[in-house]
C-alpha cells in the first residue's frame, strides 16, 4: 500500500491517537481502500440513498 495516497497518513495518526493496535489500524486501512476505489479519498454519500440501503437491508 503506497503510505502517501490519499489521506492515508492521516488514518495512520488519527489511529494512533486513538490507541489503534497495529492489526485495528491495518483493519482501518483495508477497509477505506476498498471502500474508497483504493483513492483513499473522503467519499461523499446522499443521505437519500444511505436512507435507502437502510430500508433494504435494515440496521444491525
Not at 503506497?2 to 488519527?14: F, P, Q, S, V
Not at 486513538?18 to 485495528?24: I, K, M, P, S
Amino acid at each position: 500500500m503506497n503510505m502517501n495516497l490519499g489521506d492515508t497518513r492521516l488514518l495512520i495518526e488519527a489511529g494512533r491517537k486513538h490507541g489503534l493496535l497495529r492489526n485495528e489500524a491495518i483493519y482501518v486501512l483495508a477497509t477505506a481502500s476498498l471502500d474508497t476505489a483504493r483513492t483513499m479519498k473522503p467519499v461523499r454519500v446522499k443521505r437519500r440513498r444511505v436512507i435507502q440501503i437502510f430500508q433494504r437491508f435494515g440496521r444491525h
